[in-house]
Nanobody, 123 residues
Framework: QVQLVESGGGLVQAGGSLRLSCAAS???????MGWFRQAPGKEREFVAA????????YYADSVKGRFTISRGNAKNTLYRQMNSLKPEGPAVYYC?????????????????WGQGTQVTVSS
């Protein structure tokens, strides 16, 4: 079992930056991790993913060049640095962990999910 707890969400102005964190506990060895977001009334969508080693990363086209996903040295903390934020309504960002080494863009590849942290970018 893996437990995930996100933090760092909040209200930020467009053009600003925000860093989300996800603390993982339990059997975190050899897990890939990812970030997904869900806006009200919309399906959850992939944002970024990282392999267990941290050497492979994937990004949604909409965030490439603006967001950076990384893992802490102990591999049990996931970060997402978001820069040049675009104005948008509230969305919940979820941290996910999968019991495979390689990162994935599909939700079904992930076995564990956090409760989410809300981010609102104001114009």
């Amino acid at each position: 079992q893996v437990q995930l707890v996100e933090s760092g969400g909040g209200l930020v102005q467009a053009g600003g930056s925000l860093r989300l964190s996800c603390a993982a506990s339990g059997r975190t060895f050899s897990t890939s991790m990812g970030w997904f977001r869900q806006a009200p009334g919309k399906e959850r969508e992939f944002v970024a993913a990282i392999s267990w080693s941290g050497s492979i990363t994937y990004y949604a086209d909409s965030v490439k060049g603006r967001f950076t996903i990384s893992r802490g040295n102990a591999k049990n903390t996931l970060y997402r640095q978001m820069n040049s934020l675009k104005p948008e309504g509230p969305a919940v960002y979820y941290c996910a962990a999968g019991t495979v080494l390689a990162p994935a863009t599909q939700e079904l590849k992930y076995d564990y999910w956090g409760q989410g942290t809300q981010v609102t970018v104001s114009s």
